[in-house]
């Protein structure tokens, strides 16, 4: 029987696909400027690579060898911006599934000139399972997570012991994971997993000082100047005889 070819799809940027793991994101129908979406339609093709369930060649994909950072949920990709711009040596893959989020970021590397900045769009928990290859990244950003506020929802947080066991698996020894949350019990959540991960040591007592190379953002001065919280979190992957060796994996 011949069906009816269905439409092209409208949506402008790479759709995230069927998957069995509870997502830490919904979709959302954000609003999306003019400007944004001139700039997925222009620009996405140049800076960004296609989900695909095998690993790939970062260094074949920015262009150049340098330690890469991922960073989880870029938001509009001002921070993203900022670093990129403070550390030219490193190369920043941003992985972020908000359309308006990924025009954004797709602007500011076009007007700023920026070469160090890839994008995927799609769910992080899948780049990071079938696109990155285990020991390759020499950081992680995670900032400002989505926190779930409701306890029926806290099984939607990205930071649970599964997803931080398959991300230190991707961390190279000695590479870091820098997490930034502004909700105090899901600060109290990432302490709790990303402490009792084996193969990762915490790099302070507790929480870390906020490191020079992480701008505050807007809404982080405003929420200062109220007297809100931040919580930085920095830990760092160990080297496979020591993970063995530590006494949490007894
Ligand atoms: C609260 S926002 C924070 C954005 C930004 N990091 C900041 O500090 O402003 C969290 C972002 O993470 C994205 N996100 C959540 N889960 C994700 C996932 N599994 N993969 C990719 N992006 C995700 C959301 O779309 C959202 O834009």
Known sequence: MNLPKSPPP??????????THIRSFVHRRAHITPSQEQAIAEWLPRWSIRYQDTPIDLSAAFGRTAPVILEIGFGMGETTQKIAQARPGDNFLGVEVFNAGVGALLKRIHESGLDNIRIIQHDAVEVLR????????????????????????????????????LLSSRMA?????????DWEHYAQQMLEVLSAEPSLQNTCADYAPRPDYRPLTKFENRGLR????VWDLMFTRRAPADAASSPETV
Not at 10 to 19: E, K, L, R, Y
Not at 146 to 158: C, G
Not at 226 to 229: D, I, K, S, V, Y
């Open 10 to 19: 409208i949506v402008t940027a790479q759709t995230p696909s069927g998957s």
């Open 130 to 165: 079938d696109m990155i290859a285990p020991g390759s990244l020499a950081g992680v950003h995670i900032y400002f997570p989505d926190p779930w506020p409701k306890k029926r929802h806290h099984k939607r947080r990205l930071i649970q012991p599964a997803f931080v066991a």
């Open 173 to 181: 020894p000695g590479a870091y994971l820098h997490c930034a949350t």
């Open 226 to 229: 109220l007297g809100h919280g």
